[in-house]
């Protein structure tokens, strides 16, 4: 026996519960079908289906039903899994009814006929700020079936292509920044300033990174207040990386966001993509520490020069090696026995 099925039709307001068999015993389907509602003085009856639901023409994943909407329009869908069977992941964008048919006798509140125009009511001519009319289910079905940019897939850290003319402009942008930065006089901080400012998201008040800096974009860099970055530092932004207040960021530090596909023919076709880092508040990382992708450092933590740092770190310990291992937690010392406070 096949699993139940929602059908869903972009651009068309209204559900139709049908019971329909597939194979061998009956199995429910929502179907989303163009709703004629009040417009057409047209109600959207309970329907049963014999061995195959109305309009439909396959049932894989993949499939598409299709149904008769006003006018000899057709709608088509794709259908997808119902929740409870298996393999289904639950989409919240979907609009489901509870099993509650659409007949004319069942016209109460829950009732997505033409008689029923209340509040809340599905109908052409209820296109309020809470209706879910003809209208509206078109906007949000085209907004959710539109197409994303490789550079709006890249903010959502899934998998892209880098060979994008909007995310180009961005680089070519940080690109330019960068070297003006780089190329500011100590002798003038406030232009200096001013420099890393428009090139990072966020600049917190008395922080301060030594040049020459490297970055992919900037505008995905937030550095929290009196946070202090030394020379060569190498921040590669393709997802978001956080630093907090009072860190001390040592010489030739690495935060790298950016990841590859394991698995050779996506990484020849050059998809990548990229998982966050976080460097909590007042956290040391030494001289030429590397921090992989996706990686959070918890408050107070020492981090060892050299470290490769692969896995989260808690707060209030230190961390050596490669891969970053802790050795001991903050307040003890090599033996493991609590430190006696210094003068």
Not at 14 to 25: T, Y
Not at 92 to 121: F, I, K, W, Y
Not at 193 to 220: F, K, T
Request: hydrophobic content about 40%.
């Amino acid at each position: 026996m096949r699993a139940p099925y929602i059908a869903y039709a972009p651009g068309y307001a209204g559900l139709l519960f049908v019971c329909g068999a597939l194979g061998m015993s009956a199995a429910p389907y929502l179907v989303f079908r163009p709703g004629a509602g009040a417009a057409g003085g047209k109600t959207l009856g309970t329907e049963t289906s014999g061995a195959e639901p109305l309009g439909a023409e396959s049932f894989g994943a993949e499939s598409f039903a299709t149904g008769d909407g006003p006018g000899g329009q057709t709608a088509r869908g794709r259908i997808i899994p119902y929740e409870g069977c298996a393999g289904y992941e639950g989409d919240d964008d979907l609009v489901t009814s509870q099993n509650t048919p659409n007949s004319p006798e069942n016209a109460g509140p829950e009732s997505v006929g033409a008689e029923n125009v209340g509040p809340e009511s599905v109908g052409a001519e209820n296109v309020g700020p809470e209706s879910v009319g003809v209208e509206n289910a078109a906007t949000e079905s085209a907004t959710r079936n539109a197409p994303r940019s490789q550079r709006e897939a890249m903010l959502a850290g899934d998998l892209y292509l880098a060979d994008d003319p909007e995310i180009a402009a961005d680089a070519l942008r940080s690109a330019v920044l960068t070297e003006r930065f780089n190329a500011t006089s100590a002798a003038d901080p406030e232009a200096r300033r001013a420099a890393l400012a428009e090139l990072l998201g966020e600049l917190g008040e008395g922080a301060e990174i030594r040049p020459p800096l490297r970055v992919d974009y900037g505008h995905q860099i937030a550095v929290g207040p009196r946070t202090f970055v030394n020379f060569g530092a190498v921040f590669l932004d393709v997802a978001r990386i956080t630093i907090g207040a009072d860190v001390q960021i040592g010489p030739n530090v690495q935060l790298l966001t950016p990841t590859h596909p394991i698995d050779p023919e996506p990484r020849r076709a050059k998809w990548e993509a990229a998982e966050p880092i976080t460097i909590g508040d007042n956290v040391w990382l030494g001289g030429g520490a590397i921090v992989c992708p996706g990686v959070s450092i918890g408050e107070n933590t020492v981090v060892g020069a050299g470290a490769v740092v692969t896995k989260d770190l808690p707060a209030n310990v230190v961390a050596v090696g490669n891969p970053a291992r802790v050795i001991r937690k903050i307040g003890e010392g090599a033996d493991g026995k609590p430190q006696a406070p210094s003068a």
